[in-house]
Each structure stands twice: as C-alpha cells, then as structure tokens.
C-alpha cells in the first residue's frame, strides 16, 4: 500500500511539472526578449516544500495576512525600509516566492526597479512579472501589471500587447481603459484615447488626470462630464 501511494506521488509530481512546463510553453511567445534569467522560472515554481499559492484565492486569507504582517509591510510596500532586512529586496522577494501573483508587491517590485534602486532586486521585474503569468497565466492584473511596467519604460508597443491580454481577461477593468487612454494619448492616437477614457469613467474610475489631458488637448467635448471634474 505504501508503495503504491509513493509511486501516485511520483506520478502526480511529473504531472504537475508538466503542467507547468506546458503554460510556460504557452505564454512564451510574450517574452522572448525578456533576459535569460528569467528562462527558467518554472523551477522556482516547482521548487519548495509548501509551493507557490494564488494572491487570489480566497482560501489562502490566513497565510497572505501572515506574510503581510512579518514582510509585506507598508513600510516595504512603499519602498521605505524592509522588514526582516534593512532594505525592501528580501521581503519583496519573500512575498513573491509564496504569493508569485500578489499583485501589490509587483507594483512595488516595479517601482523599484524602475528607480533603479539599490540593492537590487533578486531578479528583475520583468522575471517576477513572468514567473507570475507562469504561475497565474490568465491572472488579467498580472497583465495590466506588466503593460503598467513597460508603459514607464516609455515601450509603448509592448506596453499595449500585455494591456490587451488583460483586457480579454477581463474587459470591464477601469483603470485598465484608464491606462490605455493614457497611452493612446501619448501615441496621439486620440480617438483611442477618448474611447477607453469614457470606458474607465462610465466603469467607475475618480482620477480626472486622463479627462483633463483630454480637454486640454479640445478632443472630450461631453460639457456635464467637464463640469464634474
């Protein structure tokens, strides 16, 4: 009997491998100019004994208010000081080896790295983005996440393919249309601009930033939706 259940375990292990191995596969097409290091992500996801969990997953409650508590403090989510080390990099990278989807510690990762800050990250954003999207392939956030990333590196080409994956994901994302109106408008492509801004705002979204580069520019015309800014 005990030979039997080791033999399921070692069956069920190589599944999972392959498992991973396959979405890696899947998604590679969006990261072949991402660096080397980051080619090999699916190893950190099978590695460890407790294994990576979903951000999203309201099952992990227990364990994300846990590591938030001890790592992911505000202190290291504003890049401010760490919590176990005297910089953000160890909790950062703590966080995000537990919860590789945890979508405010890879805004913080992308913050700093975008800052070029010292010490550096374990990896860069661009591999924690990755090992996320391994993890989480259809995790629309992760998404927006990366398209946020290469938006402030001003790679707008780049920047709208991830936004669209997110965007089929999950297509009523305000802040989603919000940050592809501010980037149509940087394009100057202003009637894509106009399209998703009046999509962020009818979804919800307070910030008047976009709205009012907009009528700066003479392309909103909608006088009650001037009025309340």
């Given at each position: 009997?005990?030979?039997?259940?080791?033999?399921?375990?070692?069956?069920?292990?190589?599944?999972?491998?392959?498992?991973?191995?396959?979405?890696?596969?899947?998604?590679?097409?969006?990261?072949?100019d991402?660096?080397?290091?980051?080619?090999?992500?699916?190893?950190?996801?099978?590695?460890?004994?407790?294994?990576?969990?979903?951000?999203?997953?309201?099952?992990?409650?227990?364990?994300?208010?846990?590591?938030?508590?001890?790592?992911?403090?505000?202190?290291?989510?504003?890049?401010?000081?760490?919590?176990?080390?005297?910089?953000?990099?160890?909790?950062?990278?703590?966080?995000l080896?537990?919860?590789?989807?945890?979508h405010?510690?890879?805004?913080?990762?992308?913050?700093?790295?975008?800052?070029?800050?010292?010490?550096?990250?374990?990896?860069?954003?661009?591999?924690?983005?990755?090992?996320?999207?391994?993890?989480?392939?259809?995790?629309?956030?992760?998404?927006?996440?990366?398209?946020?990333?290469?938006?402030?590196?001003?790679e707008?080409?780049?920047s709208l393919?991830?936004y669209?994956?997110?965007?089929?994901?999950?297509?009523?994302?305000?802040?989603?249309?919000?940050?592809?109106?501010?980037?149509?408008?940087?394009?100057?492509?202003?009637?894509?601009?106009?399209?998703?801004?009046?999509?962020?705002?009818?979804?919800?979204?307070?910030?008047?930033?976009?709205?009012?580069?907009?009528?700066?520019?003479?392309?909103?015309?909608?006088?009650?939706?001037?009025?309340?800014?």
């Amino acid at each position: 009997m005990i030979i039997l259940k080791d033999k399921f375990t070692r069956i069920l292990r190589n599944f999972l491998i392959i498992l991973f191995l396959c979405q890696l596969f899947l998604i590679s097409s969006s990261f072949a100019d991402v660096s080397s290091q980051c080619k090999h992500v699916a190893r950190e996801l099978i590695g460890g004994t407790r294994g990576p969990s979903d951000y999203n997953n309201p099952l992990n409650r227990k364990h994300i208010i846990i590591v938030e508590k001890f790592h992911f403090t505000p202190q290291v989510e504003q890049l401010i000081k760490g919590s176990t080390d005297t910089h953000p990099p160890h909790d950062l990278n703590y966080t995000l080896k537990h919860f590789p989807n945890h979508h405010r510690a890879l805004y913080s990762v992308i913050r700093y790295d975008l800052a070029n800050r010292k010490p550096k990250l374990d990896k860069s954003a661009e591999c924690y983005l990755t090992l996320a999207l391994t993890f989480k392939p259809r995790d629309a956030t992760v998404w927006m996440l990366f398209g946020l990333y290469y938006q402030r590196k001003l790679e707008f080409e780049k920047s709208l393919e991830k936004y669209q994956r997110s965007e089929k994901i999950n297509p009523d994302n305000a802040q989603l249309h919000y940050n592809l109106g501010l980037l149509f408008l940087k394009k100057e492509d202003y009637k894509h601009a106009l399209k998703h801004a009046r999509k962020a705002y009818k979804l919800g979204i307070k910030l008047p930033g976009l709205k009012r580069k907009l009528i700066k520019a003479g392309k909103w015309n909608d006088k009650k939706l001037i009025k309340a800014i």
